[in-house]
């Protein structure tokens, strides 16, 4: 049976696609940053963990490699956990890296897969969790930046603004709520989501694969 948190913990990672529009269901992350994760049943993944840790790892070290030879004293992984309690919920994350040299600070993150807006975002809630988390890092310059394989994409200081910072409270208070927040239930999501059946009965459990033989809704209209 899911078991209810003792106050609401929100992963970063959980939220950077809904607060850049990629993602709509708030429902999900609501249900994970309530109840325990070890409380609940999740669907199986065929999502290769090993290969992405190889690949994921490899490119970390090359991009650590660079930040050195540039003269930046570097931090990786779990020595940049990041934990911000707020008044409704408590914000973490994990930065892949930080790069520190004498008045400015990098926060990275290295990415294996397709470019996406929302990997910016989630550079963009480590850079305000990170200002709020540790007060040294108010005396840098505080940039972002995503690396991929092929380019990186730059995060100027100063990208975290009031705009932003309201959005994500806002987020972090619905999802903090007693109250539920909305489902909104989809193929492309539900596909994604570890959440079963058995806690969201609107879940779509599987694609609607359509063949000519179905009979499906029909226009003479084009």
């Known amino acids: 049976m899911s078991k209810r948190r003792e106050s609401p ?6 939220v950077n696609r809904l ?24 669907e199986p993944s ?11 790892t490899a490119l970390l070290l090359k991009t650590r490699q660079k930040f050195e030879d540039d003269g930046y004293e570097v931090f990786i992984q ?18 892949d890296l930080i790069g520190l040299s004498a008045d400015t600070a990098v926060v990275v993150d290295v990415k294996t897969g397709q470019p996406s807006p929302s990997h910016s975002t989630q ?4 850079m305000y969790a990170l200002e709020k988390h540790d007060s040294r890092f ?8 995503v690396v991929y394989s092929d ?17 994500l409270g806002g987020l972090m208070r619905r999802l903090s709520s007693d ?10 999501e539900c596909a994604f989501c570890p959440i079963t059946i058995e806690d969201c009965q609107e879940k779509v459990s599987s694609p609607q694969v359509a063949n000519k033989d179905e009979n499906l809704p029909a226009t003479r209209d084009f």
Request: contains cysteine.
């Open 9 to 14: 913990y929100v992963w970063i990672t959980w």
């Open 19 to 42: 607060l850049a529009g990629e993602d709509y269901c708030e429902w999900s992350s609501w249900f994970k940053a309530n109840y325990e994760g070890n409380s609940y049943k999740k």
């Open 46 to 56: 065929n999502f290769d963990t090993a290969k992405w840790h190889m690949e994921h």
């Open 78 to 95: 779990n020595q940049n956990r990041i934990r911000l309690q707020g008044q409704t919920a408590m914000l973490s994350g994990i930065p």
């Open 123 to 126: 550079v963009l809630m480590y």
């Open 138 to 145: 108010s005396n840098f310059s505080l940039e972002g930046r």
């Open 151 to 167: 380019h990186d994409v730059c995060i100027p200081a100063g990208s975290v603004t009031e705009k932003f910072i309201s959005n």
């Open 179 to 188: 109250v539920p927040a909305v489902k909104v239930p989809s193929e492309q």
